[in-house]
């Protein structure tokens, strides 16, 4: 089996800027910057002819390339607590699409449909043991973060192994978007 997930890779360049924001909340887990991405689908564990399927799916997809634009950070709840800290990514009509595609892809295949709303975010740490004034403070503090748009030529196919502190994320495939 093998665990699965697509997503945009961030350039060397953001992932420092985003790298720069961390760090100052007791109890936070970071993400490592090299593990910095944007889910568009999470798979989750299938055998390995299935992900041959997933890999001829996603490899028949046809969509132009755009721009990408970070901005603001945000929060997800779960269970009545904070559980992560993100930046927030705009939905822009290149993004959604490229999502749309992903999706109908793999529910083509047979996976089941996504239930959750497309909420494009990079994570910056998982929060469920931090104190959540901390978080609120950073969230006021990072308001207004903004980078600058980056041009996305690529999404890519990512296998993860979870391991005891962070998770190792391996690109699997890329693709090439028009
Ligand atoms: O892109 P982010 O960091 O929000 O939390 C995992 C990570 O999300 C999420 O998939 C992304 C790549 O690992 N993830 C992990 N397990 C999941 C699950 N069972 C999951 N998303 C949905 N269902």
């Known amino acids: 089996m093998i665990r699965l997930f697509v997503a945009l890779a961030l350039p060397a360049a953001i992932k420092a800027q985003l790298a720069m924001l961390s760090g100052g909340i007791p109890g ?10 944007l889910t568009l689908r999470f798979i989750g564990e299938v055998e ?6 997933v890999d001829e799916a996603l490899a028949n997809i046809r969509a132009p390339s755009f721009e990408l634009s970070l901005r603001g950070v945000g929060t997800f709840e779960r269970g009545g607590r904070i559980s992560a800290l993100w ?3 705009e939905k822009t009509e290149g993004l959604s699409f490229l999502q749309s595609k992903v999706e109908t892809a793999l529910q083509r295949i047979g996976l089941e449909p996504e239930r ?10 998982r929060t469920d043991r931090a104190p959540p ?8 503090a990072h308001n207004l973060f903004r980078l600058p748009p980056v041009a996305v030529e ?3 196919l990512y296998s993860s192994r979870l391991g005891k502190d962070a998770a190792v994320y ?3 495939v890329e693709y090439e978007l028009a």
Do not use: D, M, S
């Not at 887990?29 to 991405?37: I, M």
């Not at 004034?133 to 006021?140: A, M, R, S, T």
């Open 28 to 37: 936070a887990r970071w993400v490592p910057p090299e593990n910095y991405h």
């Open 48 to 53: 390995g002819w299935k992900a041959q399927e």
């Open 87 to 89: 930046v927030g990514v």
């Open 116 to 125: 959750k709303r497309f909420a494009p975010h990079v994570t910056l740490a």
């Open 133 to 140: 004034e901390k978080l609120i403070g950073f969230v006021q």
């Open 154 to 156: 690529h999404f890519t």
């Open 170 to 172: 391996v690109p699997e």
